[in-house]
């Protein structure tokens, strides 16, 4: 299936944004509004677009090419009315489309999700489907937003100035080639918006709807919008398996750095290895036996269980995630682990020289080995009970090394290793007990 994508606009509602570019390569979080549309479609299995330009439409060409930098073929249609309504611009690719396809805007924002929901659905009889929200969420513009009327599945009526309306256009369609006898005829009336062929379709009864539910979309149109958008991505980064530490202390954080590191070049993979090399500067400090070193160590292990909540962050946000990078994550926060337990058992071992310090820091080390071994069990039984928003109660690595860094602040190395021994340990058998009764449910 091949997605159209109307990339032809001048977007002047966003004032200075657009001074020196065209609205679809406005920067969001490290990626332009565009490569965030493209990227989204290619994870529902979208592959080949058809881009129509309009305004500065060579940029957008240097910018994304034929598409080969982002796993996808890209070719142009230019729009010489680009600056009459938007049904200009999906009519201008009619010669380029004789099946079914997928329009999108560039402008608008939106889980890959409603993509594949949209997919499965057969269109008959030259019908054309659209994806609505019936429950939009708090940070929605009602006012701005194009509304749509629904019975009995069907769209009787859209437009920004219905009353009694049933959901919001989403921009996202699934249509099939009768759009364009629609729109010569409603440009042949006088509305050269797309909304006026999607209207000429509803009174023909050609028009369907589709219900996103709880899927995420947001449309970007003013210098607002757009800040509100940066807000609602970086919220989403918080995870719903986030412990109680990463969700109200490191999260704050890690998701300013990320914001940060979003503008540059660096990797999800290297910032795992940085997180990884800072535990080892850590536990170098905690085996110098000296308040002063354990007091550096425990900054240095609470800075990097915030570093390594933006690996996945930075990936999220650019379309980096791999099964690689997250195995490779997981090994590197592995092996932190017990650089950091044995650094402090040395330490509390050689001050001491007590061997039941090293019985407590065996079973540390056994307690977090196993608390990152069954998690992902547990994570997704609760992500299965829950979906994926829900959030659930998780003691983690996050706790760990927070309880490491207040630890090593009171100068009570053998203390955090006890705490950890016990509280993992623990972790790990009510983790046992929920499966348990899971299994025989």
Known sequence: MKALIIAAGEGSRLGSLTKDEPKPLIKLLGLSLIERVILTAREAGIVEFIIVTGFMGEKLKEKLGNGDNYG????????????????????????????????LMADH??????????????????????????????????????????????????GKKIENHSGLDCGIFLLSPSIFEALKKSIKEGNQALSGGIRILARNKMMKCFDIRDAFWFD?????????????????LIKPRDGPVSRFLNRPVSLRISKLL???????????????????????????????????????????????????????????ESDYGAWFDAVLDRYADAFLLFGLTYHVYSLSGNHLSLLIGFMAILGTFMNSYTADQYDGFMKRKLGTRGHYFRMGRDVRMFIIFIGALINQPLLILVIIAILMNIENIRRAVVLNKRCYA
């Open 109 to 158: 924002i939106f889980e890959a999700k409603i993509l594949n929901g949209l997919k499965e659905v057969k269109l008959k009889n030259k019908e054309c489907l659209l994806a609505i929200d019936k429950t939009p969420k708090e940070y929605i513009d009602l006012d701005d937003a194009t509304k749509v009327n629904v019975e009995n599945g069907r769209i009787m009526d859209i």
């Open 72 to 103: 996808v073929n890209i070719t142009y249609i230019e729009n010489k009315e680009w600056q009459g309504g938007n049904g200009t611009s999906v009519l201008a690719a009619k010669r380029a489309l004789n099946e079914d396809f997928v329009l």
């Open 262 to 320: 979003v503008k540059t070049k660096v990797r999800p993979n290297l910032i795992s290895f940085a997180s990884f090399l800072i535990c080892v500067f850590s536990a170098f400090f905690f085996s110098r036996g000296n308040y002063f070193s354990l007091v550096i160590g425990g900054l240095l292990a609470q800075f990097s269980s915030i570093v390594d909540g933006c690996d996945g962050e930075v990936a999220r946000l650019k379309f980096q």
């Open 220 to 236: 970007i149109d003013t210098k607002s919008s757009y800040k509100k958008a940066e807000k609602i991505l970086l919220k989403q």
